[in-house]
T-cell receptor
Framework: DVKVTQSSRYLVKRTGEKVFLECVQDMDHENMFWYRQDPGLGLRLIYFSYDVKMKEKGDIPEGYSVSREKKERFSLILESASTNQTSMYLCASSLTASGSRGEQFFGPGTRLTVL | DAKTTQPTSMDCAEGRAANLPCNHS???????VYWYRQIHSQGPQYIIH???NNETNEMASLIITEDRKSSTLILPHATLRDTAVYYC??????????????FGQGTTLQVKP
C-alpha cells in the first residue's frame, strides 16, 4: 500500500512565523501535490511537483513556497504565516499526473492554526 | 472541466449494499471517473476509478453507464466504518495538465446499525 506521511497532525503557530510542513511518500511516485481544505471551499491546489526540483503553481500559491530536493519528499513553506492560512493542509502523491494511473494518495493532513 | 452532481446525503443499513450515484453528463472521452471518500478530520482516501468499463477492487465496484454520463459506486456490505463523505470526481485536465482534483460537495453516507 502507498503510504503518505505528514510531519504533524496538528500545529499551532503565531502570525509572522515561518512554517514548514513536510510530506514523504514511499512509493516512488513522480507527482506530489499540496492542497488546503476549508469548509465550503473544498480542496484547493497550492503547488504541485512532477519531478525532483520541479514545481508548478496551483490555484492559490500566494504566501506559500515549496521544495522538492528528493523524490520522496515535498515540503510546503509558509514564509510568514497569517491567520487566513489557518486550514487543513493535505499532501498527495500519484504515479502519473493523469490517465489510468493518476489516482492520488493522500496523507492524514495537518491542521494548522495560526494565532 | 466536467462537473459532477451527487445527492447530498444517503443512509444505508449496516451489512447492506450502499449504492452511491453520480451524474457527469459533460464528461469528455478521455476523462476518468474517480471516487474518493473522506472520514471526518482525515485525509481523502482513494477508492476506485474507471474510464468506461465497470471496475471492481477490494473496496468497491464502479458501474459506469454506456453513455458515460453517470456512474454508481457500490459498497457491497457497508459497515459503520464506511460512514464518510464520498466524492465523485472527473479528472481536471487543465492547460497545465496539473492533474489536480476538484472535490464537489460529495455525498454524506451514514451507515446505521
Amino acid at each position: 500500500d502507498v503510504k503518505v506521511t505528514q510531519s504533524s497532525r496538528y500545529l499551532v503557530k503565531r502570525t509572522g512565523e515561518k512554517v514548514f510542513l513536510e510530506c514523504v511518500q514511499d512509493m516512488d511516485h513522480e507527482n506530489m501535490f499540496w492542497y488546503r481544505q476549508d469548509p465550503g471551499l473544498g480542496l484547493r491546489l497550492i503547488y504541485f511537483s512532477y519531478d525532483v526540483k520541479m514545481k508548478e503553481k496551483g490555484d492559490i500559491p500566494e504566501g506559500y513556497s515549496v521544495s522538492r530536493e528528493k523524490k520522496e519528499r515535498f515540503s510546503l513553506i509558509l514564509e510568514s504565516a497569517s491567520t487566513n492560512q489557518t486550514s487543513m493542509y493535505l499532501c498527495a502523491s500519484s504515479l502519473t499526473a493523469s490517465g489510468s494511473r493518476g489516482e492520488q494518495f493522500f496523507g492524514p493532513g495537518t491542521r494548522l492554526t495560526v494565532l | 472541466d466536467a462537473k459532477t452532481t451527487q445527492p447530498t446525503s444517503m443512509d444505508c443499513a449496516e451489512g447492506r449494499a450502499a449504492n452511491l450515484p453520480c451524474n457527469h453528463s459533460t464528461i469528455s472521452g478521455n476523462e476518468y471517473v474517480y471516487w474518493y471518500r473522506q472520514i471526518h478530520s482525515q485525509g481523502p482516501q482513494y477508492i476506485i476509478h474507471g474510464l468506461k468499463n465497470n471496475e471492481t477492487n477490494e473496496m468497491a465496484s464502479l458501474i459506469i453507464t454506456e453513455d458515460r454520463k453517470s456512474s454508481t459506486l457500490i459498497l457491497p456490505h457497508a459497515t459503520l466504518r464506511d460512514t464518510a463523505v464520498y466524492y465523485c470526481i472527473v479528472r481536471a485536465y487543465g492547460s497545465s495538465n496539473t492533474g489536480k482534483l476538484i472535490f464537489g460537495q460529495g455525498t454524506t453516507l451514514q451507515v446505521k446499525p
